[in-house]
């Protein structure tokens, strides 16, 4: 049975927005605690695994590889937040590195943990994956963004003006 | 990520995660895009890819040049200004530096031409651009050497003691309004003048009797003299002060004003002035040697006070400050050392040269060999090269020669 501040928790995680207390209590039974240090890399990009986190308190860095130690930050993610579901549902390696920037704790849900879900709830699952859509809508957008905004920053960078009409070659 | 607005947008910044060596541990770092063109170091494609040819205009009475890129058959076609920073554009020269070259060789600042310039140079794929820091890249080749690994996690260590202010201006301009001003009038000048005479006066008379000038230090010498050199420390921050009020005095604005690592190591007060360069050439030497100024003032203002005092700890300590400020006033304006202080910036402003230190070492380490050896004569450039390199590699020998004469002759 899930403590009230349990619940508060699952409230705050927008997947859990819309899916009545009973359910939530149902959902908490499955949930698995894990607890990072500041620092610490939960996965790194490449890394095999299918489990969709949920942070309850601390942040972490999301990043991706660019060259030699040197990795770009693709967001930073705080409570209520949650990280991972792309591996949950293609099953490929991990998109990207998790690392702590403070001392975190997560609750993790694996494929057949959600699988149970799915079956003996719908209608929560129903609610949950509603929910899922917008907020994969959301980083669809941001992530254009991102790839506006890096280009801009090539753009500016470099100093090239690709407004001008190329000049000097014949 | 910044957000970007409908107008004008601020500039794209991008956050990186960048891992220590051992990958235990990382720091984030958010780089704007400015600043990475700002030290970007745009390098000519090697010597051998490209070809240059004059064409003298008779009618204008100018030179233009055109640059021919063998492997793609491009060509572009450069004027005077252009050609000059071409040739300063040798991996080695961050945009910010050509900007600074640009201003000494044609005293004005057209930061657009420099822009234009790389934009066309990278169309025609004569240039790359470099990253920042030398001895980073050479740290960074590396880091198989423990050696060079430890001394570039020290240096990133120790550069993270930078404590700047970028609106120091306003009060630089506040300190200036509410006095500072008079030091840049005939009264300061005056005043200073007075100083030094004193101090010429109160050297004589220590110099008349400079038994026992250091007794005062009693049973620690060394404990003492390191105060001293705390002391000593402690009023840098005067001489960048100066640099700063300077600027202000001319109309012209103080950067950043702050402490810093300088290269990771050497402790330092750092103003940047480089907005001087918009302003005249008598503002460029004014605010190059205010800063010097202040170890006269108070070299003078110690050995006189130390005339006038009894044989003691106070006296020692006063002498032994004295010295110090004369030493750093030297050093400051002194040009021929291979170090870029104050001196070396009001020479290379006189010259025209703003590259002196490099080109120098660079004309004596490659060229100067073979034009010796082909009998040919040095021109008037190649001269000033050949003689601040020996001046400098004179100074130091004599420098170091002096301290060891000193040390054997004390010891």
Redesign the interface.
């Known amino acids: 049975m899930a403590k009230s501040a349990d619940l508060n928790f699952l409230r705050q995680v927008i997947l859990f927005r819309d899916i009545a207390d009973s359910e939530c209590d149902a959902i908490w039974s499955r949930l698995e605690e894990r607890r990072l240090r500041r620092?610490e890399a939960l996965f790194r990009e490449g890394e095999s695994g299918t489990e969709l986190f949920f942070i309850r308190t601390g942040s972490v860095?999301v990043?991706k590889h660019?060259a030699g130690?040197?990795?770009?930050?693709l967001a930073r993610l705080g409570p209520g937040d949650f990280f991972g579901e792309m591996s949950l549902f293609d099953g490929q390696p991990r998109s990207a590195t998790i690392?702590a920037?403070a001392d975190t704790v997560l609750y993790w849900l694996d494929r057949a943990n959600l699988d149970q879900l799915i079956e003996q709830n719908p209608r929560a699952a129903t609610a949950f994956f509603t929910q899922l859509v917008l907020v994969f809508i959301k980083r669809l957008r941001d992530s254009s963004?991102?790839v506006?905004?890096?280009t801009?920053?090539?753009?500016?960078?470099?100093?090239?003006?690709v407004e001008?009409p190329?000049?000097?070659?014949? | 990520?910044?957000t970007?607005g409908a107008k004008s947008?601020a500039?794209?910044?991008?956050?990186?995660?960048?891992?220590?060596?051992a990958?235990?541990?990382?720091h984030?770092t958010k780089v704007e895009?400015?600043l990475?063109?700002r030290q970007?170091r745009p390098q000519r494609i090697p010597e051998g890819q490209y070809e240059v040819a004059a064409l003298r205009s008779n009618v204008r009475r100018t030179t233009t040049y055109v640059v021919k890129n063998r492997l793609?058959?491009?060509?572009?076609?450069l004027t005077e200004p252009e050609s000059f920073l071409w040739n300063q554009m040798n991996g080695r020269t961050s945009?910010e530096e050509l900007g600074v070259a640009y201003v000494l060789k044609f005293g004005a600042f057209d930061f657009d031409i420099i822009?234009?310039l790389?934009?066309?140079l990278?169309?025609?794929e004569l240039l790359t651009?470099r990253p920042i820091s030398r001895l980073r890249e050479m740290l960074a080749r590396n880091r198989k050497n423990p050696a060079a690994r430890a001394a570039e996690a020290t240096l990133k260590a120790l550069e993270k003691l930078t404590v700047g202010s970028r609106r120091a201006h306003d009060a630089f301009t506040r300190v200036y309004r509410y006095g500072a001003f008079v030091l840049f009038s005939p009264v300061g000048l005056a005043a200073l003048a007075l100083v030094t005479v004193l101090g010429v006066k109160g050297t004589r008379e220590i110099w008349q009797d400079s038994s026992d000038l250091y007794a005062g230090f009693g049973q620690h010498p060394v404990i003492a003299l390191l105060l001293v050199k705390l002391f000593f420390f402690l009023t840098l921050i005067s001489h960048q002060m100066l640099h700063a009020l300077a600027l202000v005095h001319y109309g012209r604005r103080v950067k950043e004003f702050g402490f810093t690592m300088l290269h990771g190591f050497l402790p330092t007060f750092y103003a940047d002035v480089t907005d001087v360069f918009m302003g005249s050439r008598r503002a460029r030497l004014v605010t190059g040697i205010s800063g010097p100024l202040v170890h006269l003032f108070l070299g003078s203002l110690y050995i006189y006070l130390a005339s006038q005092c009894g044989p003691g700890l106070l006296k020692s300590f006063l002498v032994a400050s004295a010295i110090l400020q004369s030493q750093s006033l030297f050093f400051s304006l002194y040009p021929f050392c291979f170090l870029e202080m104050d001196g070396y910036h009001v020479l290379v402003d006189w010259l025209g040269l703003p590259r002196l230190k490099s080109e120098s070492i660079a004309f004596v380490k490659e060229g100067l060999w073979k034009r010796l050896k082909g009998g040919g004569r040095l021109n008037r450039e190649e001269t000033v090269f050949v003689g601040y390199v020996a001046l400098s590699t004179f100074s130091i020998a004599a420098f170091v020669g002096l301290n060891v004469w000193f040390f054997v002759h004390t010891a």
């Open positions: 620092g860095i990043s660019v130690r040197v990795e770009q930050v690392q920037e963004d991102l506006a905004e890096v801009r920053w090539g753009l500016e960078a470099t100093g090239l003006d001008r190329a000049t000097g070659g014949h | 990520m910044s970007t947008p500039r794209a910044k991008i956050e990186l995660l960048v891992r220590s060596e990958g235990d541990d990382f984030v895009s400015s990475a063109y970007a793609t058959e491009k060509y572009i076609e945009v822009h234009t790389i934009d066309k990278q169309r025609a651009m």
